[in-house]
């Protein structure tokens, strides 16, 4: 069980930074190293790493969301929002399991072996799709759920001041 806050503040607006810098990062790299073969030789294990990362992040800012909106009135723009976080998971860990993929066909490139029986073109260019499938599908999801997340947070409160920890109307 995470804890509900830090300080006073929230648990929930401190991890989805997480969630915000990792996935596109993973997926950045996930797409260079697809792309560009000298630069998934160095990134090597970074990449994959980085997407694991980025998968374990998003179940830790949904708990933090979901003991935050226990606390908190729901309007629709935050079970929109919600909802938009709960179909994450399934591009980010796509997203990692892709950039394994990749880093073991990098590995078997470099070898000097592929995968009997199957015309490396043909790898190469399922690698790529599916790098861009899902590298596009979590950065556009993350994009969406914060966007969906400010308004919730910001909509609601446009017309509130903040003065230490006393609210102002």
Same mark, same amino acid.
């Given at each position: 069980m995470l804890p509900t806050g830090i300080d006073g503040i929230p648990l929930h607006p401190l991890v989805v930074h997480l969630v915000v810098v990792l996935v596109p990062a993973a997926a950045f790299t996930v797409l260079v190293s697809?792309?560009?073969?000298?630069? %998934?030789e160095r990134l090597g294990w970074i990449t994959p790493g980085l997407a694991s990362s980025a998968a374990i992040s998003v179940p830790i800012a949904e708990s $933090?969301?979901?003991?935050?909106?226990?606390e908190v009135q729901v309007s629709a723009q935050t079970a929109t929002h919600a909802e938009l976080a709960e179909g994450l998971l399934p &591009?980010?860990?796509? =997203? !990692? =399991?892709w950039s394994v993929a990749l880093y073991v &066909?990098? =590995? %078997?490139? %470099?070898?000097?072996?592929?995968i009997a029986g199957?015309? %490396?073109r043909l790898v190469a260019v399922v690698l790529i799709t599916g790098a861009i499938v899902f $590298? !596009?599908? $979590?950065?556009?999801q993350v994009v969406r759920i914060g966007e969906s997340g400010?308004?919730?947070?910001?909509?609601d409160a446009a017309a509130v001041r903040f003065a230490g920890n006393e609210v102002i109307r």
């Open positions: 697809v792309i560009w073969p000298a630069a %998934r $933090s969301g979901e003991s935050l909106i226990e &591009w980010v860990a796509g =997203l !990692a =399991l &066909w990098g =590995l %078997r490139v %470099r070898g000097g072996t592929g199957i015309p %490396r $590298s !596009a599908g $979590s950065t556009v400010a308004r919730s947070v910001w909509t």
